[in-house]
Structure formats: C-alpha cells, structure tokens
C-alpha cells in the first residue's frame, strides 16, 4: 500500500511543527477496518464502528448541514479524525477556519499513512492539533474580533468518549471566553489607553519596570488584598500577623487597609479615571506604587515613595510604550484586571505562598464590596425572581463614582451610574462559593475567576491560598487567613531591598527619535483619513468607493503600532463586517461604520498628536 505519511507530514509542518515531530516519533500500527452499508471503509474503535453503518460521507454531509452558522468569522473545531470523512466536509466546504482536534497520536499516524490528505491539509484555512497547547496556539493566532468557535463531533465520540469530549468542550468554552474578552478588551479600550499612555511620557519614560524586583523576594509570603466583601472579616488577622507577609493592595482597598492601621507594601493601581477617591486624604509618601503606562496622570503627579511600572502584555499600548522607550517589552500577564497584575507581580518578585484576601468574586452575603471601601454601597438584594444590584445611598456612591468630575451636571452623573447599575444587573449570574453552594456574581467576575483559575494551572510550583469567603477558584487551595498566617515566620526587611535597588530608567537614549518618528506617522495617517472623511461626506460616497479608501488605509495603518491603535475599534468592526458579508447583507451597517471611521480617528489622532507634542516640548 502507497504511503501517504510523508506528503501529509510536510503540510502540518508548515504551522504545527511540535505535531509533526510528535508524528514522526509515533510508530506505526494497524487499527481495524470493515465496510459500511455505502460500501465505505469504517474505522473500528473499542468494537464499535466511528462511522454510520449506513453511510458515513451521508453523515458528515448532514452535520455539515446542520451547523447553522459558516462565514469567514467561524472557527470550526472537529473532535476526532475517524478516518477523515467529516473533516474532508468541512475542509472543502467550509468558510471559516476549520480546525481538527484528534488527541491519539497513533490513530492520526495510521490515518495519514492510508489516505492521501494533501489537498485538503494545504488550504490556508485548515489545521491540525492534537492537544490542547496546539489548539490554543492554532486558535489564538486565527481570531479575531467578534470571531465564533463552534464544535463539531460525529455520534461515536459522543456516546463512547463523552468524557473526554466534555474536558474539550470545557477547555474550548474557557479558551474563547478568555479570546474574546483579550480582543474585546483591545477592541474597546486601547484607543482610549493611547493618548493616556502619552501623557507626561517624559516622566514615566524616567520610570523602573517592576522586573527590577525579580526575585527579590523570593519565598517571601504574599497577600494579595481586594476590597470583595470578605476583606472586613479578615483585616485584625491581617492586621496581627502583618510582619509575616508581603502586601500587595488593589486600589478600592488601599483606604480600608489604612483605616484599620494596615499600610501595604505596594499599591497597584491601574484605573485609566481620576484617582481622587482612592489617593485623596491619602499620605502616599509612604506607598510604593506599581501602575501602568496608560494608568491616569493625576496618579503620577502624586508623590510616592516609589513607583513601579507593569507593562502588561496583552496590552498594545504598553508594545508601543515599550518601542518609543526602545527597550524589549518583558513578559508580564494583567488580564485587564488590577488583583491579576498584583498577583503576577508577586510572581514575579518571587514570592511564595501567596494568598488571596478580599478577592471574593462573588456578592457574598448581598455585599458587593467590602465594608468601608469608596463602592460598600452597592448591594445585591434578593428579589422574587433572584436578585439584583441596588445602590443604598446614591448621593454618597456619585460622590465615590465621580470626585473629579467638576464638568459634570447632576443628571449626567445620575445617567452614568444607571447606566453603570443596568450593566451590573444585565451581567448577573451564578458560580459556586468556596464551600460548593450557589453564590450571585457578575459576568466580568466569572471571567476574572478563570483567570485565577489559568494563572493555577500554570504556576503549580508556587503556593496558592484563597482566604476569601465568595467564589471558588481551583488551584488555589481555602483556608482560614488564621490557619494559613500560623505557618509563616517573620519576613524580610522590603525597605532595606528597595532602598539598595539601582533601577535603570524605561527609556533608552533613542527615546526623543522614537518619539519624533510616531509623531510623523501619525501626521500621516491623519492626512490621509482627512481625505478619507472629505470622500465619506460627500454626495458621490458609495460602499464601493468606501471600501477602495479602506483597503488603501490598511496600509498606512498597518505601517506603524500607533496608527494601528488610532482607529482600532471601527476597523475591527470594519474588518468583522467585511468577513461576514455585509456588503451584500448588511450593507447599511457597513456603510454607516465605514462613514464614522475616518472621523473617530482624526478625533484621536488630534488627541495623540497634541500628547506628543507637549512629550517634544518638555524633553528639549
């Protein structure tokens, strides 16, 4: 029999380099073959046929028919290769992206000795993985903004490996909440983060990257201090067992913590709002500060004893902060979400155990934060069809909300915090507490949860406590902050390491060059959508013409990182639309985006360009 093992192998190569030599090290073996009723060959596996009896290209033309949903947003995920039927289908008749997950390596070696797979392996938009380090990489690198992943599995793995195909199921659930909240987050959030990020660059540019601590406080406990609803019934322990462990305070928990005579080793603060509430009344003389490049200026104005910044890598501004500062971007997680950036950085300092506090991520016992933080008025109160959040001083929670907002009319701010409360109530749902029962939580949470979760499963060689009272997070093991603060004895002296540390500055001499050569391309590309707007308000605009201007912008942004930030949400949702069609079945929408993008950019590029400027100014 001709071998097909090679040809089939050279393809996978192309992007799974880690599957092809996986396949080459799997020797061969037979598995058993019969007919079906169609006269097709069936695979035998466990004694029971992979395939219908009946006729198995019938079957996987049904399921292909059935999927509901095939546009070029798809990412399509088959589980299990059979000898191949169903993924032949979706190979050659699909639109999307069509990924086979098939985790027995011998079956796949067998399968691409028989069949010829070239023709349906070298298509751009077909991959092949066979565990789920594969599959998040193949899946990262394919999606995009507002991109679906659907799942696919002929009736054999259903009924005879449902176990296994639920582990899948729950990875690829997790694996695309985790996708779409990343470019979501991009999405919506870093036009925003851009012209922050620029703001008093020269200063922060001046500033040490948190890496200058790595290792320094190696097995050295950590804490890591949330204002959930909890905290309250655990500050005197911490408060009695504070020379023991390292502090690191989000936020919304920095003023309960000094309230009860608790002072943090460091603050991480990464909110892009005025820090009013939060650093107002507040001796920050004595706090070390760890923060972003796009945290809020009025943060940096402050004085602190000092201050650290994170460069989170999913975050496009901080790639850019990095490039204009010309040092190489260290790998750093934040998930958007300032108790993950102080956890990561207590990983990075070296610090072991470390323990969570107050990070409940439910709304324990109706509290949706703890007691004596700026938000402890927002509760969640039972109501006949389950709950919802309330707010139980209003005046005192817009005062909280909006302390720099001097510009603010008392209707603006009243339609801000109901839009705030409606969104709060729409993400409502469900998780189990640490001791198995239902407890309330908002959407975002539940994301944050498996985060946690994530950070666990890659970290098993540190320690991980969680003496919260809210939601459940696998990997990190519940115990009393009692019990879990009786094992540790004093620490390390923090001051003497800080003060003997000899941090280099962000920024590198080619900063001034680095700066001047953003400040042009983004002088380009406002001239260009400035023409592009002149086009899209006049009379003669039509799709055609629109997306001719698109297509020419495509290069102008993708010449630089900033101008790829400038029009960053309306071209994704361009570019989402483009995918899906809208030319022809939606051609308003696309219309009315195409139409706005020019005009969002040149909002931001006025922003960016007046941001640099000053940057320019100051550093002569």
């Known amino acids: 029999m001709e071998s097909f093992f090679k040809g089939n192998l050279a393809l996978i190569k192309n992007y799974n380099k880690e599957l092809a030599k996986k396949l080459e090290n799997t020797p061969l073996r037979s598995f058993e073959l019969n007919t079906n009723l169609a006269g097709e060959y069936n695979l035998i596996l466990d004694s029971k046929p992979v395939h219908s009896v009946t006729g198995a290209q019938a079957e996987a033309d049904e399921i292909f028919k059935n999927i509901g949903h095939d546009t070029r947003n798809d990412i399509h995920v088959l589980y299990g290769m059979g000898l191949g039927y169903l993924f032949d289908k979706f190979a050659l008749n699909a639109k999307g992206d ?28 077909v991959f092949v993985a066979s565990d789920f380090a594969e599959l998040r ?78 290792g320094k406080f190696n097995a050295v406990p950590a804490v890591i201090v949330s204002a959930g609803p909890s905290l309250a019934e655990n500050l005197e322990v911490l408060k009695k067992n504070r020379n023991k462990v390292l502090i690191f305070a989000v936020g919304t928990a920095l003023k309960v913590l000094l ?23 507040v001796d920050t003389e004595k706090l070390n500060l760890i923060a972003e490049p796009y945290t809020a200026e009025d943060v940096f104005e402050r004085k602190f004893k000092n201050i650290f910044l994170t460069t ?14 010309g040092f190489e971007l260290p790998y750093f997680e934040g998930k958007g979400t300032v108790a993950y950036q102080a956890l990561y950085a207590a990983k990075i300092a070296g610090c072991s155990p470390i323990v969570l506090l107050g990070q409940d991520l439910a ?42 907002w001097t510009d603010k009319t008392d209707e603006e701010k009243e339609a801000v915090l109901n839009k705030t409360l409606e969104k709060l109530n729409s993400s409502l749902c469900t998780v189990k507490d640490v001791l198995g029962r239902p407890v309330p939580t908002s959407a975002e949470y539940k994301n944050f949860i498996s985060f946690f979760e994530y950070f666990a499963s890659q970290n098993k060689g ?4 969680n003496a919260s009272n809210g939601a459940d997070i696998r990997g990190f093991e519940h115990k009393s902050a009692q019990e879990i603060f009786d094992g540790f004895s004093l620490r390390v002296d923090i001051s003497s390491i800080l003060d003997n540390l000899h941090c280099k500055p962000c920024a590198t001499g080619a900063f001034h060059k680095n700066l001047e050569k953003n400040y042009n391309d983004v002088k380009n590309a406002a001239r260009f959508l400035k023409e592009f707007q002149l086009y899209a308000n006049s009379e003669n605009a039509d799709i055609d013409g629109l997306i001719d201007r698109f297509e020419k912008y495509k290069t102008i942004r993708n010449s630089s990182l ?59």
């Open 137 to 214: 990489a193949i899946c990262s690198s394919l999606y995009r903004y507002k991109r679906k992943i659907t799942t696919t599995a002929l009736d054999f793995y259903k009924s005879s490996r449902h176990e296994k195909l639920n582990a899948f199921h729950a990875y690829l659930k997790n694996l695309y909440e985790e996708l779409y909240r990343n470019h979501y987050y991009q999405t919506n959030r870093m036009q925003w983060f851009l012209p922050e990020m620029l703001k008093s660059l020269n200063f922060k540019a001046k500033l040490p990257l948190f890496q200058n601590l790595s």
């Open 562 to 620: 900033i101008n790829s930030i400038l029009t960053l949400r309306l071209y994704n949702e361009t570019e989402f639309l483009l995918r899906d069609n809208a030319k022809f079945d939606n051609p308003q929408r696309l219309m009315q985006v195409l139409k706005a993008l020019p005009g969002d950019g040149l909002y931001y590029a006025a922003l960016v360009l007046n941001n640099i400027e000053e940057n320019l100014r100051s550093s002569k």
């Open 312 to 325: 989170s890598y999913e975050s496009n501004v901080n790639h850019l902060f990095a490039q204009i500062c």
């Open 363 to 404: 709304y324990t016992d109706g509290q949706c934060y703890a007691k004596g933080s700026i938000y402890e008025d927002l509760k969640c109160v039972a109501t006949p069809d389950g709950c919802k959040i309330e707010i139980k001083d209003r005046e005192k929670l817009k005062k909280a909300f909006y302390s720099s």
């Open 259 to 281: 309230d009860n005579g608790i002072v943090p080793d460091f603050v991480n603060y990464i909110e892009t709002h005025s820090s009013k509430s939060f650093f107002d009344g």
């Open 98 to 125: 069509v990924v086979l997950f098939e985790p027995d390596l011998e079956l796949l070696r067998f399968v691409f000795e028989i069949i010829d797979m070239r023709e349906l392996l070298q298509r751009p938009n």
């Open 462 to 465: 540190i320690k991980l406590y």
